[in-house]
């Protein structure tokens, strides 16, 4: 089986400044490795928040093998994986506003995508 993938974020930030830096920080191997992906400012929201968006995986493609009972997968800059079934994509949000950094990690917990091993 093949699945298609296009991985993003959406999330609203008090506007306290403009950001040094804003984006998403993840993971595919539960933190051995990260990854960064910068977000966008998308608009102005009523209250004074701001929405960004920012693209953790502009593409990618898994794979699974049923007489080998393993996935593969795949992203749009060759970066290749195989694991035994279905694993989470971790991430948590990141804001840098005046030198101090802000995180969302949902309460300790990462946020999570999942990618189905069928």
Not at 2 to 20: I, K, L, M, S, Y
Not at 42 to 60: E, H, M, R
């Amino acid at each position: 089986d093949r699945h298609d993938f296009h991985f993003w974020v959406d999330f609203a930030v008090a506007n306290v400044g403009t950001p040094e830096a804003i984006g998403v920080m993840w993971t595919d191997d539960n933190w051995n490795t990260w990854h960064t992906s910068a977000a966008k400012r998308k608009a102005d929201q009523p209250n004074g928040d701001q929405q960004w968006t920012a693209d953790v995986l502009q593409c990618c493609r898994s794979e699974f093998d049923h007489e080998r009972g393993a996935l593969r997968w795949r992203d749009a800059m060759g970066f290749e994986r195989k694991t035994d079934g279905a694993y989470a994509i971790k991430y948590a949000v990141f804001y840098q506003v005046r030198g101090t950094w802000y995180w969302d990690n949902n309460q300790g917990h990462d946020y999570a995508m999942m990618i189905p091993g069928r």
